[in-house]
């Protein structure tokens, strides 16, 4: 029995004579941008640095698109939300010690999220590894060590050889669920040394997949027949491994209502009879969770944000489906099968049957009335007006990238992203200064879409330095800049806790950005509540990066979980 992974391809005769005489003048960059290609990459981010100077010198010779950004975190931002964008492995070049180190914050919410990105780093030369104290500009005793936490796979290149099969192993982990971030670091004497190694032609590698074992199948199936009260939650590894459709269909089946996590929008229409939309900070969407019979986890870790801050306790059986092995169970104890939520899904509608529950639609409507009532009666009309204008100039198709600002808590909870995959934050790992960056990555992965970065004042002094990368690409990002002076949601959190904020930590007197962005040869307007949907969707229509920033100070609304 011959299996296709046993067939070995023979060079042709044009293959071979190519390999016997490789062009003169490559380096091991050029192993690196080769078996890039050769993997299928066409864009790369990333900053140059002095030890990664020989990987920056063999683009100048190859096809690779190369997108660079100011500083090595943002560009870790922009790489996340290609790989988000495109489910392909997003390369980031980056340099040694202080360059790769800035990147840290950017993978770590790339692990969180499970986006694909392939971190490609120079070292000290290969005479300085192994933890000396030589004295290498930017050495570290193990730069390794320091993103073994982070990332899900580490490889170190320390010949020219281990280049090509070190790229292609750790793209192979990239792509292998649950996605995530890999780190790649090869010795500068390494990427500038002359090769006679041939060009580098192929790289296809076979990212595994997981199947759910089909007995544990069996058995949730069985559970959700058969169950009285069903409900889902959906996470972001619905949206990821492209199985929306599909969740929808088992719902419509067993007729259980779905909330989608923060991570998930998009993952289950909005509007549906049996959607109770992404509330899961009310106590009313807990209580309903609570009390279903059996509930079904899939694509999500249950974490603090998808459990009402850990206050969420199922009476129920709980069935968890869940790519990361370290998530299953991890939170509450469930029929837990480890597997692709794709798959999962598939085995799941093969098997379960049909539910008539006509009484779950009007038990949906019940929760999302008193959701509403609930925040109604806060008064947050200048909140809840914003985020719908917002809602209204965004082009449904159009993707949207949110920063860990006020305006973005509300719209994990409120808003419709319409469509898998168009909104993303940064609440995986709840880092600052995610959105406009990332965004510039989307715009790059697919040019067809205006995009939308989403920022508070605090968070966009973060990657104000990316106004330069977006006018010098000309990528159509519009940056809506909400400006309350400061880090508005740390002062309510210390107003909450303590009963007056420390305003020389939280207080941010700042530039006018709108100026700022003209300096830059960004388009810039300062706009107002009124006059926000025009300016916005003014924005979104003209092609190229504009900036609108909005001066208000916005309120959150009162949490449930605290009481």
Sequence with gaps: MTHDHDLVLRPTAAQTQAALNPPPGRTGGDLVVESLAGLGATTVFGLPGQHALGVFDALRRSDLR???????????????????????????????????????????????????????????????????RHGYLHELPDQAASFRGVVKS????????????????AWTSALTVPHGPVWVEIPQDVLLAETSIPVVSGGDTFPEELPPRPELTAVAADLLTRAERPAIIAGGGVVRADAAKK???????????????????????????LSLQSWL???????????????????????????????????GRVIQIEADLGKLESNHPALGIHADARLALQALLETAGERTDPAAPER?????????????????????????????????????????????????????????????????????????????????????????????????????????????????????IVDDGGYGILRAYMTDAFGSPTAAATDLPGPDFAALAESFGVPGVRSSPETLEQDLAKALMTPGPSVVVLPAVLRMFAPTHAT
């Design 247 to 273: 969740l929808r269909q088992l719902a419509e089946r067993l007729q259980a209502p779905v909330v989608t996590t923060f991570g998930g929008k998009g993952a289950f229409p909005w509007t549906h009879p």
């Design 281 to 315: 900070e009310d106590r009313h969407t807990t209580d309903f969770l609570q009390d279903a019979d059996v509930l079904l986890v899939i694509g999500s870790g249950l974490g603090e944000l998808s459990s009402n801050y850990h206050t969420f306790t199922p009476r």
């Design 364 to 480: 949906v409507r019940e929760v999302l009335d008193r959701v509403r009532a609930r925040i109604a009666a806060q008064g947050l009309t200048l909140e809840q007006d914003v985020l719908a204008a917002v809602r209204r100039a965004l082009p449904p198709r159009a993707p949207s990238f949110w920063d860990m600002t006020i305006l973005a808590y509300w719209a994990w909870s409120a808003f419709d992203a319409k469509a898998p995959g168009t909104m993303h934050s940064a609440q995986g790992s709840g880092g600052l200064g995610y959105a406009f960056p990332a965004a510039l990555g989307a715009a790059a992965a697919d040019p067809t879409h205006p995009v939308l970065a989403v920022s508070g004042d605090g968070g966009a002094l973060y990657s104000i330095a990316e106004l330069a990368t977006a006018r010098q690409y000309g990528l159509n990002v519009t940056w809506l």
């Design 154 to 169: 580490v490889h170190t290149a320390r010949t020219q050889s281990q280049i090509p099969s070190a790229i292609a192993e």
């Design 66 to 132: 190369y997108i660079g950004l100011r500083v090595e975190n943002n560009a870790g931002f922009a790489a996340d939300a290609y790989g988000r964008i495109t489910g392909e492995a997003a390369p980031l070049l980056l340099s040694t010690g202080p360059g790769a180190l800035t990147s840290l914050a950017a993978l770590q919410e790339a692990r969180a999220a499970s986006a694909p990105v392939l971190a490609i780093s120079s070292q000290v030369p290969a005479a300085g590894l192994g933890g000396g």
